[in-house]
Nanobody
Framework: QVQLVESGGGLVQAGGSLRLSCAASGRTNSPYAMGWFRQPPGKEREFVATINWSGSSTNYADSVKGRFTISRNNAKNTGYLQMNSLKPEDTAVYYC?????????????????WGQGTQVTVSS
């Protein structure tokens, strides 16, 4: 199994940037996809971005394309979500998730392991 811990959330003004990190531990030597999801206040958890094991393939929600960048460093067992041009509607708890295998799904139910989440608040 893999354990995930997010960090890097906080309060930022609209137009600002944040970089979230997701530190993985446990069985990290088997290929796994990493995804980022978010849950706005009072709403369902939604897909943000995903990346495959090698980092060669990514996918983004339309709402964040061109503003967010997902990446990973397997030597450090860490994934990242660089968030630029933040908007108030990006306010949410952000979760990283992992799924063993070589695919990089965007469906929440495809992921087996989740972090505890980190709060991102964007003020207008």
């Amino acid at each position: 199994q893999v354990q995930l811990v997010e960090s890097g959330g906080g309060l930022v003004q609209a137009g600002g940037s944040l970089r979230l990190s997701c530190a993985a531990s446990g069985r990290t030597n088997s290929p796994y996809a990493m995804g980022w999801f978010r849950q706005p206040p009072g709403k369902e958890r939604e897909f943000v971005a995903t990346i495959n094991w090698s980092g060669s393939s990514t996918n983004y929600a339309d709402s964040v394309k061109g503003r967010f960048t997902i990446s990973r460093n397997n030597a450090k067992n860490t994934g990242y979500l660089q968030m630029n041009s933040l908007k108030p509607e990006d306010t949410a708890v952000y979760y990283c998730a992992a799924r063993y295998g070589t695919s990089w799904p965007s469906l929440r139910d495809e992921y087996d392991y989740w972090g505890q989440g980190t709060q991102v608040t964007v003020s207008s």
